[in-house]
């Protein structure tokens, strides 16, 4: 077995484990990144980029849909051709996760191992490429997988992910979309508006990350009259047939159903990629479901003695907030700290920002509804809102759906959250988060121009409606 020391190692090439090096190199010290699988981020392989692609294809062929609405009649139709648009998929995708994966090929050859890691202890590694790394230090930036549960395995092989769907070389004719979470939505919503027959199954009556249920209810609704969404549907049994596969439930209306897809589309959310590191043998705190607790401003791991630990996590394998930009943060909080162990510089966290694009966009902003009710108590928030529907610039482009809700401190007027189902979520959850990372009220904000007529003034109208609950 070859020996090597260094002072930092990374264990993972994506959105965090890239970062890490990064912050880890500017210190001078030797840095050492191992990777097993593919050098790259899970954004531009598998995650974001190509469903972005996807999407993309579908919101074009919708438009043409709508565009009889506008008085524009296509008098000689329009056809989805599933290969050129798989076709532009692949290669698009290919492009971003080759410029991903060149980053690390510039890194110095002497800073990269091929080969999955796995811990002897808290400052020792394996690969099962024959290689022990003696290390001050270590990043685990491992990323997540697909989750699958047990019963989608009697699909055979129409049991797909969004990895898989990704490879595919023309659109298939069906799929049964398991999970209405951000991935089953986008998804199941854009090969729908490709000429996909498309059902979309759930559980418990979640729907996307949405956690206002007044918003939630809205989103049921809307997506309900383009598609099937089944939030909640009791599936009996799952079987591999000679047309694909075959699914028997009941609806939420109590009816047995049975149909039949050429795909099940498996999303029903990601785990850690921990497995195969060994964890027990660096001596880690670990939760009942195996994963260490990270102190989120310096990613740092601790002990089962409760001492701090040399080693640090970033990025999806530790679930804080899976998301590219969140990841990119993480990488490069612990590879500064890991850098400068013992001594630690927490950084403190950015406000949480999430967006799903569904059409109508989903956006989450700050604190949710929940959590400030749990905090505060709903006696001290008040709640501003506005509907899409009769919003002047949203019923001009026919994006007139959806609902925004803003939450803010009821003494100070403070704005702390919000949650949106509607056009240009994308847009108007940064102009929020930039909002609330600098503690702006809601009468600050109400001095700020606003232009007619854009989607903007949406906002406004939901923070005027704030304002007049306020002391």
Known sequence: MQQRETDITIIGTGTAGMAAYKAAKKSGQRVIVIEGGAYGTTCARVGCMPSKLLIAAAENAHQLEKAKEFGIHLTAGYRVDGHQVMQRVRRERDRFANAAADMVLNWPEEDRLRGY???????????????????????????????????????????????????????????????????????????????????????????????????????????????????????????????????????QQGQACRESYDYLLAATGRRPNLESLNLEAADLQLNPKGSPTADPQTGQLYLKSGKAAPIFIAGDVQNYRPLLHEANDEGHIAGQN??????????????????????????????????????????????????????????????????????????????????????????????????????????????????????????????????????
């Open 117 to 251: 890691a796995r811990f002897i202890d808290a400052n020792t590694l394996e690969t099962d490429t024959g290689f022990r790394i003696h290390t001050r230090t270590t990043v685990i930036a491992t990323g997540s997988s697909p989750f699958i549960p047990a019963q989608f395995q009697e699909a055979g092989d129409r049991l797909i992910c969004n990895e898989d769907l990704f490879n595919f070389e023309k659109l298939p004719d069906s799929v049964a979309v398991f999970g209405p979470g951000v991935i089953g939505l986008e998804l199941g919503q854009a090969l729908h508006r490709l000429g996909v027959r498309v059902r979309l199954f759930g559980r418990g009556g979640s729907i996307g990350p949405l956690q206002d249920e007044k918003i939630r209810d809205l989103a049921r609704e809307i997506f309900n009259q383009e598609f099937s969404l089944l939030d909640d549907a009791q599936v009996e049994t799952i079987q591999r047939s000679d047309q694909g596969v075959d699914i028997c439930f009941v609806d």
């Open 338 to 471: 890991a850098a400068s162990w013992p001594d630690l510089h927490p950084v403190p966290r950015r406000t949480p920002l999430a967006v799903v694009f569904t059409d109508p966009q989903m956006a989450l902003v700050g604190a949710s509804l929940p959590q400030l009710q749990e905090r505060l108590g709903s006696e001290n928030l008040v709640i501003g809102e506005v509907s899409f529907h009769n919003q002047g610039r949203s019923r001009v482009l026919l994006v007139n759906k959806g609902l925004l809700r803003v939450y803010a401190n009821k003494e100070s007027g403070v704005l702390l959250g919000a949650e949106m189902l509607g056009p240009a979520a994308e847009h108007l959850a940064h102009l929020l988060a930039w909002s609330i990372q600098q503690q702006l009220s809601v009468p600050q904000l109400l001095e700020l121009p606003f232009y007619h007529p854009v989607i903007e003034e949406g906002l406004r109208s939901a923070l005027r409606s704030a304002a007049a609950q306020l002391d």
